[in-house]
């Protein structure tokens, strides 16, 4: 088992930045594979980064040149560099690993509980 708690999320004005958190505990060698996702009221999940063991990145569209992610092993901890928000980043933000590469799918098995991002002026 895995659990990851995210934290970070708050309000902020477009053009503004925020840097999310996901600590993860547990056995965490199955957490080879991790990503972001989010979720907006009415809307399907989406992947936004999936980063890999070795540290192979990807992005969806929508955030490429905005978002970064990044993970420290030491701490296992995940992170979430978003800059140059919009409205419509407006979701609750996730986090998910496991040891396969679902990418940018919402197939993970692990699962935080998420938290609120609100980008609004």
């Known amino acids: 088992q895995v659990q990851l708690v995210e934290s970070g999320g708050d309000s902020v004005q477009p053009g503004g930045s925020l840097r999310l958190s996901c600590a993860a505990s547990g056995y965490t060698d199955s957490a080879s594979y991790m990503g972001w996702f989010r979720q907006a009221p009415g809307a399907e999940r989406e992947g936004v980064a999936t980063?890999?063991?070795?540290?192979?990145?990807i992005y969806a569209d929508s955030v490429k040149g905005r978002f970064t992610i990044s993970k420290d092993d030491a701490k296992n901890t995940l992170y979430l560099q978003m800059n140059s928000l919009r409205p419509e980043d407006t979701a609750i933000y996730y986090c998910?690993?496991?040891?396969?590469?679902?990418?940018?799918?919402?197939?993970?098995?692990?699962w935080g509980q998420g938290t609120q991002v609100t980008v609004s002026s």
């Open positions: 980063i890999a063991l070795f540290g192979q990145t």
């Open positions: 998910a690993a496991d040891r396969i590469a679902w990418l940018l799918t919402p197939r993970y098995k692990y």
